[in-house]
């Protein structure tokens, strides 16, 4: 396996390190994902949606929301949602409003906030995303449980995120390209080779599909599975807060 190529924050430090890497990144985040992952970024986060099956009209969560990627995305499969989304670095968040006029086409309202201690009250959204997002949190427990809390009974939860692959050459093919290739190119399209350094390795110590998929259940979601994608490179994990939907 090729060796990453940072040295990961400590656990103390992660949130501000991870907050200020974004907010540097911010400007070029878009080009650079479409770039690196040569466009099939947006049809991993299709599938994400279709897991999801938002109810028509539902209030639906984005998570780390970035610059709203998968929020635009949910607004383009059905109009009449209401999605908030929801990310601690501010000027990713001014990317995500900026983009809004233009993208949005439906309810789309952008929130600064900590998924570890969410700012909304229990049993209030039908559903909830997060994408590329789970291993770069303090603490991926914590998370699942606020994610629970702010559902209804019945909403399902879907985190896609990249994986580490079962076959051994996917593996291999896979670490060679995200270790390596990633922080050349990030650095260029990017502007920081640091970030796009670091968020690779960011992989380095985040649970297999499989044991991601026992925090979900462990964190009391009902039916917690996962979808394997490109391999298992990337992975949509999903799990039902446990009720019957209103």
Same mark, same amino acid.
């Given at each position: 396996?090729?060796?990453?190529?940072?040295?990961?924050?400590?656990?103390?430090?992660?949130?501000?390190? &991870?907050?200020?890497?974004?907010?540097?990144?911010? @400007? /070029?985040?878009?080009?650079?994902?479409?770039?690196?992952?040569?466009?099939?970024?947006? /049809?991993?986060?299709?599938?994400?949606?279709?897991?999801?099956?938002?109810?028509?009209?539902?209030?639906? #969560?984005?998570?780390?929301?970035?610059?709203?990627?998968?929020?635009?995305?949910? $607004?383009?499969?059905?109009?009449?949602?209401? #999605?908030?989304? #929801?990310?601690?670095?501010?000027?990713? =968040?001014?990317?995500?409003?900026? /983009?809004?006029?233009?993208?949005?086409?439906?309810?789309?309202? !952008?929130?600064?906030?900590? &998924?570890?201690?969410?700012?909304?009250?229990?049993?209030?959204?039908?559903?909830?995303?997060?994408?590329?997002? $789970?291993?770069?949190?303090?603490?991926?427990?914590? #998370?699942?449980?606020?994610? =629970?809390?702010? =559902?209804?009974?019945?909403?399902?939860?879907?985190?896609?995120?990249?994986?580490?692959?079962?076959?051994? +050459?996917?593996?291999?093919? !896979?670490? +060679?390209?995200?270790? /390596?290739?990633?922080?050349?190119?990030?650095?260029?399209?990017?502007?920081?080779?640091?970030?796009?350094?670091?968020?690779?390795?960011? +992989?380095?110590?985040? @649970?297999?599909?499989?044991? +991601?998929?026992?925090?979900?259940?462990?964190?009391?979601?009902?039916?917690?599975?996962?979808?394997?994608?490109?391999?298992?490179?990337?992975?949509?994990?999903?799990?039902?807060?446990?009720?019957?939907?209103?």
């Amino acid at each position: 396996m090729a060796t990453p190529t940072t040295t990961s924050p400590t656990a103390g430090d992660k949130g501000t390190f &991870v907050r200020e890497m974004f907010a540097r990144i911010a @400007p /070029r985040y878009d080009a650079a994902n479409r770039v690196l992952t040569a466009g099939m970024d947006e /049809r991993w986060r299709r599938r994400a949606i279709a897991l999801l099956a938002p109810p028509a009209g539902g209030a639906i #969560v984005d998570l780390c929301c970035g610059t709203g990627d998968v929020v635009f995305h949910l $607004l383009r499969t059905d109009p009449s949602l209401a #999605v908030t989304g #929801v990310d601690f670095c501010a000027p990713m =968040l001014d990317g995500a409003r900026a /983009r809004a006029p233009r993208e949005a086409r439906g309810s789309a309202t !952008f929130v600064e906030g900590d &998924v570890m201690a969410l700012p909304f009250a229990d049993n209030s959204f039908d559903g909830a995303t997060m994408g590329f997002s $789970l291993r770069n949190v303090v603490d991926i427990d914590q #998370v699942l449980r606020e994610v =629970l809390r702010v =559902l209804k009974p019945g909403a399902r939860f879907v985190n896609l995120d990249v994986s580490k692959a079962p076959n051994k +050459l996917w593996k291999r093919t !896979f670490d +060679l390209y995200f270790y /390596r290739v990633v922080p050349w190119i990030g650095g260029i399209v990017g502007g920081s080779k640091q970030a796009y350094s670091y968020l690779p390795s960011s +992989l380095t110590n985040h @649970p297999n599909a499989e044991a +991601l998929r026992e925090k979900f259940a462990r964190a009391g979601f009902a039916d917690a599975g996962f979808e394997r994608i490109m391999g298992g490179t990337i992975a949509a994990h999903y799990g039902t807060k446990p009720g019957a939907r209103a």
